[in-house]
């Protein structure tokens, strides 16, 4: 805004000839590096990710169908809530050339042996996802990030 201002003369400003021209210079470049950098913000906001996909396309006979990444993701939360002794459930889906990557984060309870609540975790998950989409599942992942902490109920003394 300076700039504009100070190129308009509307801000009297006294310079002797080399001043003007350094300034002029630092001017201009400063306007080609926001020139630059806004082509740069526009490309980064218009262009479509090729790695990044939203939906597991499949074609069939009669047609094409998409599943989203979400529809899985919430298919995988269910499967995953079903097995005894898991309390929070978060899902991630990725798509890979071999198919799709499930990632589980889950919170247990503690009373059940963990390698066994995983493995059948795992089992149920990558069935489940596979029998209902079609989709080939490469791996499902499990991280079990804590246990649940029972509340410390204090006794009441009357």
Same mark, same amino acid.
Request: contains cysteine.
């Given at each position: 805004?300076?700039?504009?201002?100070?190129?308009?003369?509307?801000?009297?400003?006294e310079?002797?000839d080399?001043?003007?021209?350094n300034?002029y210079?630092?001017?201009?470049?400063?306007?080609v590096?926001l020139f630059?950098?806004?082509?740069?913000?526009?490309?980064?906001?218009v262009?479509s990710e090729?790695?990044?996909?939203h939906s597991?396309?499949? %074609?069939?006979?009669?047609?094409?169908?998409q599943?989203?990444? #979400?529809?899985? $993701? &919430? @298919?995988?939360?269910k499967?995953a809530e079903?097995?005894k002794?898991?309390?929070?459930v978060k899902?991630?889906?990725?798509?890979?050339?071999?198919?799709?990557?499930?990632?589980i %984060?889950?919170?247990?309870d503690?009373?059940s042996?963990?390698? #066994?609540?995983? $493995? &059948? @975790?795992?089992?149920t998950?990558?069935d489940?996802v596979?029998?209902?989409?079609?989709?080939?599942?490469?791996?499902?992942s499990?991280f079990i990030?804590?246990?649940?902490?029972?509340p410390?109920f204090k006794s009441?003394?009357?």
């Amino acid at each position: 805004m300076l700039a504009i201002l100070l190129l308009s003369g509307k801000v009297p400003v006294e310079l002797n000839d080399r001043n003007e021209q350094n300034l002029y210079i630092t001017i201009v470049i400063v306007a080609v590096i926001l020139f630059l950098l806004s082509i740069r913000f526009f490309y980064l906001s218009v262009r479509s990710e090729r790695g990044h996909h939203h939906s597991v396309h499949q %074609r069939t006979e009669f047609g094409d169908i998409q599943i989203s990444l #979400e529809t899985i $993701e &919430n @298919m995988c939360l269910k499967s995953a809530e079903r097995t005894k002794g898991v309390r929070d459930v978060k899902t991630r889906v990725r798509v890979i050339e071999s198919g799709l990557e499930i990632m589980i %984060r889950a919170i247990v309870d503690g009373e059940s042996s963990i390698p #066994e609540l995983t $493995e &059948n @975790m795992q089992k149920t998950v990558h069935d489940q996802v596979e029998e209902i989409t079609g989709i080939p599942v490469s791996s499902v992942s499990v991280f079990i990030a804590n246990i649940v902490q029972s509340p410390a109920f204090k006794s009441r003394v009357e």
